[in-house]
């Protein structure tokens, strides 16, 4: 059943339309990979699923309740949390202090056991807790923010772009992260990636958006091994 979906979806930023009859839906307990070349709308899907894209046409659903005009906001409180490419972490202050702030939405008692249970499943944070986000290497700051956004204990967790510009070491890194979030901890994750081979590798659901239409939907492995799989992704045939 799914948790997240979007049906008949048209949205985009004021008067422009970027998606087009979007139908996409998101399985409690899976990783649902969104792959597309640059310029397809994977940001904008998740943008409109959070209520800050315009939302032209169609529905956006969480938990079977209609949600498409509550605002990013009440979402957040909702259970989903979105993490965006850039702009995601507080430089000038410490891993500790970055999870405290994220963990505004707790009851204030709750938030330092929260933190433990964090950096539990971050054990590299750990040994940070105390130093500066912005003197961490770009994969500790990406698993940082992860961290941060899990720190509400959200329902679904939204990834735009979490590879972008890490070597391929820590592309990996962060992948199997994403992995054990699921398989450990029964996470419900959303992860839009520009690294389309290694994404569907460890997705369960894999969705192919092309110029703002979706060309594939089904089974993440199946996607990757379609055999016109290049072609689709760059538009040429439908």
């Known amino acids: ?65 209609d949600v498409t005009k509550v605002p990013a906001y009440k979402k957040a409180r909702m259970g989903i949390a979105y993490l965006p490419q850039l702009g995601n972490v507080a430089s000038g202050l410490s891993v500790e202090e970055n999870l405290k702030i994220a963990g505004y939405l707790l009851p204030r008692e709750e938030v330092p056991e929260r933190i433990e249970e964090i950096l539990d499943m971050f054990p590299r944070l750990r040994e940070f807790r105390k130093r500066k ?72 659901r894999g969705y192919l958006l092309v110029s703002g239409t979706m060309r594939y939907e089904g089974n993440a492995k199946e996607l990757l091994e379609h055999p016109q799989f290049a072609k689709l992704y760059l538009g040429i045939i439908k």
Do not use: C, W
């Open 133 to 204: 986000a912005g003197t961490l290497s770009g994969g500790e700051r990406r698993m940082l923010a992860i961290g941060m956004a899990l720190m509400r204990r959200p329902k679904v967790l939204m990834l735009d772009e979490m590879t972008t510009d890490l070597a391929p070491i820590l592309v990996k890194q962060v992948l199997n992260k994403v992995v054990e979030l699921r398989d450990e901890y029964h996470q419900t994750i959303v992860m839009v990636e520009q690294h389309a081979k290694r994404a569907l590798e460890v997705g369960d």
């Open 1 to 65: 059943m799914a948790i997240l979906e979007t049906k008949g979806l048209y949205s985009g930023y004021g008067k422009l339309e970027v998606l087009f009859d979007i139908n996409f839906e998101v399985r409690e307990g899976e990783i649902t990979v969104v792959v597309g070349p640059n310029g397809a709308g994977k940001t904008t899907l998740l943008n409109s699923i959070m209520g800050i894209a315009t939302i032209h046409k169609g529905q956006v659903l969480f938990e079977g309740q």
